[in-house]
């Protein structure tokens, strides 16, 4: 089976991290001590960035 390719690069997600405030428990257990309402809330963020880049806005 295959794997599937990151949709986000390790860059934003940790930048999005740092704004969200989480940065320091990603440097400290990794991805995998992000909880899930964090998660959540970086897929928000990044979809947010994601429409503002489309439209033009910021």
């Keep these: 089976m295959s794997r599937r390719r990151p ?3 390790e860059k934003l997600k940790y ?3 740092q704004e969200l405030g989480f940065a320091d428990v990603v440097d ?3 991805w995998g001590g992000v909880t899930t309402r964090d ?3 970086l897929v ?3 979809i947010e960035r994601a429409e503002r880049g489309v ?3 910021k």
């Design 55 to 57: 439209t033009g806005s």
């Design 44 to 46: 928000r963020a990044a």
């Design 7 to 9: 949709v986000m690069s």
């Design 39 to 41: 998660a959540g809330s």
């Design 15 to 17: 930048e999005l991290a």
């Design 28 to 30: 400290r257990e990794g």
